[in-house]
């Protein structure tokens, strides 16, 4: 179950966000601690600029994004587990009623009781 969610949300559709949201909230905290000249890309932006970028100065872009996602992941942790608590939760209910079921099932079985 935590793997269809965690697929669901984490996918090759939902990381390029995740990832971009990081990056723009790291920014805006350097911005707000006067390291703003740090965190700046050039408006051109290509894979081989990016790969510039990673190999010449990796800070330039890890240091934001890293800060970011330390702050969203607190943002939204509490939010995401109060939904898979809830779930968890249910499921754990409903396997309760089920393995209660069975077993009386199995008495009725045994015992030649009909319902």
């Known amino acids: 179950m935590a ?3 965690g697929t669901f949300i984490g996918n090759p559709w939902t990381f390029p966000f995740m990832w971009l949201l ?3 909230v790291g920014v805006v905290v350097m911005g707000w601690a006067g390291a703003s000249n740090f965190a700046t890309l050039p408006d051109e932006m290509s894979f081989c600029v990016l790969w510039e970028i ?3 100065q990796p800070f330039k872009l890890f ?3 890293t800060i970011g996602s330390y702050i969203c992941a607190t943002f ?3 939010i995401y587990y109060g939904i898979a608590y809830y ?3 249910n499921a754990k209910i409903a396997r309760k009623k089920y393995m209660l079921y069975k077993m009386h099932e199995t008495a ?3 015992t030649g009781q009909t319902e």
């Open 108 to 110: 009725r079985t045994i």
């Open 22 to 24: 990081a990056w723009k």
């Open 3 to 5: 793997a269809v969610i």
């Open 87 to 89: 779930f968890v939760r």
């Open 63 to 65: 240091l934001p994004w």
């Open 54 to 56: 990673v190999k010449e």
């Open 76 to 78: 939204f942790w509490p």
